[in-house]
């Protein structure tokens, strides 16, 4: 592992145990064996390591897109299901590490850094969905006339689900889960409709539920 990573791994795990804001530069370099001419080659300070981080996590969703575009599927609908899937896979695939997560990004000030890794999950899922919708017209599956714009417009939807799962995942509140409900049911209509289906082919509803109800168990494993 060359430096700049073995800085990055160091950091994330000092910022799991104390705090972001209470691990100083000084002492990631003392974990890391480095110098301070090392570290300052790679990083001018903890933001821009904690932003490293960030992206680490981003390229971790590109690389399951890319392992999704792999596969074989039977046509451009399952694919644009599988980027759903895709996320929540790689989501779910990190569920042990929650607390961890939870406590690196907690800190006064973190709407920064949590506006950045939105932004970035949005340029490249949008991308993604636009690869595949113009897909579609040009199968005549569909006729998008703005392609770029729709699938920006999905990106947000689920940027939008995913701000909520995790209080609905936490909550006992039956009417807090029959308005998300209700809301998985707008965005999937929305889209199904932009697209010019009748009938729902792409499943939102469905695979946020059964999302929500795999990260409850994982969690009540985790608490036993």
């Not at 073995?6 to 000092?14: C, D, M, Q, S, V």
């Not at 110098?35 to 690389?63: C, P, Q």
Request: charged residues 30%; glycine residues 6%.
């Amino acid at each position: 592992m060359d430096l700049k990573q073995n800085i990055i791994r160091t950091a994330y795990k000092l910022f799991a145990e104390k705090g972001y804001e209470k691990t100083t530069v000084s002492e990631i370099i003392e974990s890391v064996g480095s110098s301070k001419g090392g570290f300052y080659h790679h990083f001018k300070s903890k933001d821009e390591v904690l932003e490293a981080i960030t992206i680490n996590y981003i390229k971790d969703l590109v690389r399951y897109y890319e392992k999704m575009q792999d596969k074989n599927v039977e046509s451009t609908i399952e694919s644009l299901n599988n980027v759903f899937i895709t996320i929540n896979k790689c989501k779910a695939s990190k569920i042990e590490e929650w607390p961890e997560i939870g406590k690196i990004y907690s800190f006064k000030g973190n709407n920064t850094i949590l506006r950045k890794m939105a932004e970035e999950f949005e340029i490249v899922t949008t991308e993604l969905y636009n690869k595949l919708i113009i897909q579609g017209n040009e199968e005549g599956i569909f006729n998008v006339k703005y392609p770029e714009y729709l699938a920006g417009l999905w990106t947000r939807e689920l940027i939008r689900i995913y701000g909520i799962i995790p209080q609905i995942i936490m909550s006992k509140d039956e009417q807090e889960y029959v308005e998300f409900t209700e809301l998985l049911e707008f965005s999937e209509e929305l889209i199904n409709g932009a697209l010019g289906f009748d009938t729902n082919k792409i499943k939102i509803k469905e695979e946020a539920l059964s999302y929500v109800k795999y990260c409850r168990d994982q969690l009540s494993k985790q608490d036993n």
